[in-house]
């Protein structure tokens, strides 16, 4: 019997992973400049925390998760994104009792039952911040500033960075009334979720992926054009602040996001080099859900990464070389053998990567190993060798030799 990774999920292995590391290295130093600290919160909640926060009529709750009922009969799952788990988490800790704005960044797997496709699995990861506490613009405006940043020190080029208000619950019914307008004399041709999308919430017509639906909102109102006075305020302070810190960007008035728990400022950072899931960050504000999981009235905003996708833009423009081994060890006999365990002992001590060759194997096919790991230098170590105390050494790139005091090993190799 043949085993395989599910669909849509993946493994992530040399030299992969090493892309990761240096993302999860950046995202660290940036976002901790910025005072945000890392939260850790569980992969699987209450299934109510979602439906909840993300909306009963979105694709998400409606087709995409990962849910079931475990033995204690609870409905349980597993998230399929870290904005509502850190607001559970805020609000269950009472966190909004100290001094705000309280900022927290997170890493981690995400599962949605979507159709896979280049850029779009079941499990994927997300790098996410979330910050509460502060409705000012400026907030809006340092956290696209440090999402800026973060690609910048990664080396990419070529993002877009998109805007938009979506507004607050007082603009939102007259938008509403005006996509229903909109949408009444097309109600037939939409698809069976947008049809009750209709009466729900008809923002979510806009987030269909259904191809007759995307060319029936052709034309569809824009929220920009319904925001209050407040809303209109908030996004013009916004967007001048992103003049200010010099955020190319573009405002988007069709962009609404696919999920029902964003108020005013929403973003997406999207590059073309990604085909059609180009969205590699997105995020926005979300003033109320704070208040709807029981906790004091706390404006916040936040943002996530999609790790494969971001992995795949830095492989594409990274020439980093892959770690190797700092030392191969080759062992000519069973004492050589002893020896060479003995050096690799009191070089790992100080963290070099030090590789030995293994009983059995020739020192030809030592030394074939030691150059298919791209080791910097190779130590051959028999009888010779321990009877004269030296070792022979060799640096591989350069094919430069010499000799060393076996005592003298631990302070050479760094
Ligand atoms: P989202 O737009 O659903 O927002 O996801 C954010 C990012 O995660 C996307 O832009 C994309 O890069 C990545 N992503 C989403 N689904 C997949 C998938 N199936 N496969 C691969 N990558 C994917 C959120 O999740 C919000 N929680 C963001 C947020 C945080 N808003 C406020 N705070």
């Not at 004399?185 to 049809?195: Q, S, Y």
């Not at 208040?291 to 992995?311: H, K, S, Y």
């Not at 096919?365 to 028999?382: C, E, M, N, W, Y």
């Amino acid at each position: 019997m043949k085993y395989s990774a599910l669909k849509g999920v993946h493994d992530i292995f040399p030299p992969d992973i090493y892309t990761w590391h240096k993302i999860e290295g950046v995202a660290k130093d940036i976002f901790s400049a910025s005072g945000f600290q890392e939260l850790r919160t569980p992969i699987i909640e209450s299934t109510d925390i979602f439906v909840r926060s993300i909306g009963e009529t979105t694709d998400i709750v409606e087709k995409e998760m990962y849910t079931f009922t475990d033995k204690g009969g609870r409905r349980i799952t597993l998230r399929p994104e870290g904005t509502a788990p850190v607001v559970r988490c805020y609000v269950e800790n009472h966190l909004y009792n100290l001094p705000s704005p309280q900022k927290f960044f997170y890493s981690g797997p995400m599962f949605r039952y979507e159709r896979p496709q280049a850029g779009r699995f079941r499990q994927f990861f997300q790098i996410g911040a979330e910050s509460f506490g502060a409705g000012d613009p400026k907030i809006d405006a340092e956290i696209l500033s440090m999402l800026k940043l973060f690609f910048e020190r990664l080396g990419l080029e070529g993002l877009n960075f998109e805007v938009n208000s979506i507004g607050c619950e007082k603009c939102r019914p007259d938008y509403r009334n005006a996509l229903r307008d909109f949408f009444a004399g097309r109600i037939d041709r939409l698809c069976p979720d947008c049809k009750r999308r209709y009466e729900k919430n008809p923002l979510r017509i806009l987030d269909c992926k259904v191809d007759t639906c995307i060319e029936l909102k052709e034309g569809a109102p824009h929220v920009t054009d319904f925001l209050c006075g407040e809303c209109r305020e908030h996004f013009d302070a916004f967007v001048s602040l992103l003049k200010l810190l010099n955020i190319p960007h573009a405002i988007n008035p069709n962009m609404v996001r696919g999920l029902d728990y964003y108020t005013r400022t929403t973003f997406e950072v999207t590059c073309q080099n990604l085909g059609s899931q180009n969205a590699v960050a997105a995020g926005g504000r979300y003033d109320k859900l704070v208040e709807d999981f029981g906790g004091p009235p706390t404006p916040a905003i936040g943002f996530a990464i999609g790790m494969e996708r971001l992995v795949t833009l830095v492989k594409s423009c990274s020439i980093d070389g892959i770690p190797a081994p700092a030392v191969f060890i080759a062992a000519i006999g069973a004492p050589g053998e002893r020896e060479g365990l003995r050096i690799a002992d009191q070089l790992r001590k100080k963290a070099v990567w030090v590789e030995l060759g293994y009983a059995g194997n020739s020192l030809k096919s030592q030394l074939r190993r030691a150059d298919r790991l791209s080791s910097k230098h190779v130590l051959i170590i028999g009888d010779d060798e321990i009877k004269s105390g030296r070792l022979k050494w060799k640096r591989l790139s350069d094919g430069s030799q010499g000799e060393i005091a076996i005592s003298e090993v631990y302070d050479f190799f760094e």
